[in-house]
C-alpha cells in the first residue's frame, strides 16, 4: 500500500512538472509577444516623427517657395518665363527631399502593416498553443 502511494505521489509530481514546463513556456512565448508589441509601438513613434517632418516641410515650404515672385519685368520682356529661375533649384531640391520622405513614410506604413499581421497571427498561436499545452497536462493527471 505505501508503494502504491508513493507512485501515485510521483505520478501526481510528474504531471506537475510537465504543467509547469507548460507554463513556464507559455510565459516565454508571451514575453516574444511583448518583444514584438515594444517592436511595433516604437515604428508607430518613428512613423509619427516622420509625419511630423512631412507636415512641417510641407508647411515651411509653401511660406518660402512662390512659384510667381513679384518682380519687375524688364523692359521690353512681356513673359515671366523670359526671367531665369531662382528658385528652381530650391524647389527641385524640396520636391526631392519631400518625394524621399513620403517613400520612407510609405515604407515605413507597409512595415507597421506586416508586423501587426505578424502580431496578430503569434497572439492566436500563442493562445492556442499555451492553452493546448496546459490541458493535456490537466488531461494527464488522470
Known sequence: ??????DILAG????FQFYNWAV??????????????EDITAILCDRETLVTCLIKVSKSSKATW??????????????????????ST???????????????????EAHVAAKELELEGLQVSIAREGLSARCRAIVNCR
Open 1 to 6: 500500500l505505501a508503494q502504491t502511494i508513493i
Open 12 to 15: 501526481v509530481h510528474n504531471v
Open 24 to 37: 513556464e513556456n507559455w510565459c516565454n512565448q508571451l514575453g516574444h509577444l511583448i518583444k514584438l508589441e
Open 66 to 87: 512662390d512659384p510667381h515672385p513679384s518682380l519687375i519685368l524688364p523692359s521690353g520682356s512681356t513673359s515671366l518665363m523670359s526671367l531665369p529661375s531662382t528658385n
Open 90 to 108: 530650391a524647389h527641385s531640391s524640396f520636391t526631392t527631399k519631400f518625394l524621399q520622405a513620403q517613400k520612407q513614410q510609405c515604407a515605413c
